[in-house]
């Protein structure tokens, strides 16, 4: 029963931890740090309540009211002294009614308050770099070291990074508040970043047994299904949307029976989800129609090319490669530089992209990326470099620490050989 009850524990911190700290933070006046932290002793409490007494008939009530409980407790550890009798009896009677909230509080019955968290996090209040990283740390469950890795930087500076922005939402006495126009503007390109960092993270995650952590994908396009009926005709928001709809419709296929990892060119394409194909190509057409190319419209043009080609050979590289191109003009990042040379080396073939590789390498920003090597090592394979191709897929793997996406290479490379 208790390893049941655990699991049950770790759905809900993984599916409604968000939803409830948002409610707490306004709750707690803003204060994120102090909602967090009761938010987190009602996990644990439950950890070691639950087992003994059994399953509460409402966990997310449970876990809600207990942590309301212990902002009240905080609040009257740091008054009581100074407190008189009737004003502590209001609190014991606020309390009691908490207790009783227990047995009909229904989880749904929450305001969804998470966009409220999210223009929180993202205030321009905060550093880009803290807002990037407080966001990650609230939406997506992540430990520190893992948010290091993603933004390529040293633990104790993300450490530092989170305890500043936290200090900062609470000394600044941030809003908890959906801002007007023109001042979300300000905040939506760092907000619409991390929503993209989230889902990747659950689409590909960078450590681990799993090749896909769902609640991770689902809180993303939960988030921007939220931001595109806030702010509706913003072709940057819809074209996130369209983007993760695409990249989330083709989840069934990524793996076979055994569990192995299963790349774009062997999957069974009848496993995609083509509601959310038919929904992803409505939400770019209208973001197309808007005259607004950015960012996310062309990453969701390529990722509908994908989509939309009836089987893998069919796939129109040359096109992708030309809007990669597009999208190097707009943002000339290392991973978008490694898309267009697997785009070029597929439409084109290896040597051009194996030039740009060796270019890319030069610079040494993506020595940590085990799917930079990893490319090589199939382009290097294309061009019958077995030995280099060989060497690739070693490094690659020796670096990487997503177990599955291990295997697959070391599956490549024992075929090489």
Known sequence: MSVSINHEIQMLYANAFTKLLANLTSYASGDLGKAEDALQDAFIKALTKWPKDGLPPNPAGWIFTTAKRKLIDGARHKQVENR??????????????????????????????????????????????????????????????????????????????????????????????????????????????????????????????????????????????????????????????????????????????DGQLVTLEGQDRQLWDTQMIEKASQLLDAALTLNALGEYQIQAAIAALHAKAPRYEKTDWRQIALLYERLLRLNDRPVVRLSHAVAIAMALGPEPALALLDKLEQDNSLKTYHLFYSAKAEILAMSAKISEATANFEHAISICENKIEKSHMQRRLTALK
């Open 84 to 257: 008189k009798q009737s004003e502590l009896k209001v609190l014991a009677k606020d309390r009691q009614r908490l207790y009783e909230e227990t047995t009909t509080f229904e989880a749904d019955n929450l305001p969804d308050q998470r966009l409220e968290l999210l223009f929180t996090c993202c205030h321009p209040l905060l550093s880009a770099e803290g807002q990037v990283a407080i966001t990650l740390q609230v939406f997506s469950g992540m430990n520190i070291e893992t948010i290091a890795r993603a933004l390529m930087v040293t633990n104790s500076t993300m450490a530092k990074r989170l305890t500043r922005a936290k200090t900062k939402i609470r000394n600044a006495k941030i809003a908890f508040e959906l801002p007007a126009k023109p001042d979300y503007e300000n905040r939506l390109e760092v907000i619409l970043q991390v929503i993209y960092l989230i889902f990747n993270e659950g689409y590909l995650p960078k450590e681990g047994a799993s090749l896909l952590k769902q609640s991770l994908c689902d809180e993303a396009i939960e988030l921007g299904s939220l931001l595109n009926q806030l702010y509706s005709k913003r072709a940057d928001v819809m074209a996130l949307l369209a983007l993760m709809l695409f990249s989330h419709s083709r989840r069934k296929a990524r793996l076979d029976a």
